[in-house]
């Protein structure tokens, strides 16, 4: 079993920053590609970003593409999710999630492990 926590979630400005972070234990971390995911009230929850397990390879939706960067420190057992430029769009829970396939970490049902969610707000 692995254990996701994430942290760093908050009220910001739109324009503004954040910076979220999830810790995990548990589990070999660096054998786990990670994703982060978000969901707001009567929505799906949907795919935001992936890292491989190495770190040499990322993906990102559409809507946040140049805006926010997947980072992963394998000695650290953490990942994390730099958020620039937020939009009140981009309000919702954060889930960080662990997976231990290659390809297709878009998909919710690639995951295996997640975590508790953290909120984020951004006013308009």
């Known amino acids: 079993q692995m254990h996701l926590v994430e942290s760093g979630g908050g009220l910001v400005q739109t324009g503004g920053s954040l910076r979220l972070s999830c810790a995990a234990s548990?589990?070999?971390?660096?054998?786990?590609?990670m994703g982060w995911f978000r969901q707001t009230p009567g929505k799906e929850r949907e795919f935001v970003a992936a890292?491989?397990?190495?770190?040499?390879?990322?993906h990102y939706t559409d809507s946040v593409e140049g805006r926010f960067t997947i980072s992963r420190d394998n000695a650290k057992n953490t990942v994390y999710l730099q958020m620039n430029s937020l939009e009140p769009e981009d309000t919702a829970v954060y889930y960080c999630?662990?997976?231990?396939?290659?390809?297709?970490?878009?998909?919710?049902?690639?995951?295996?492990?997640w975590g508790q969610g953290t909120q984020v707000t951004v006013s308009s």
């Open positions: 890292i491989s397990w190495s770190g040499g390879s990322t």
């Open positions: 548990g589990r070999p971390f660096s054998s786990y590609a």
């Open positions: 999630a662990a997976s231990l396939y290659v390809d297709y970490l878009t998909l919710r049902t690639s995951y295996d492990y």
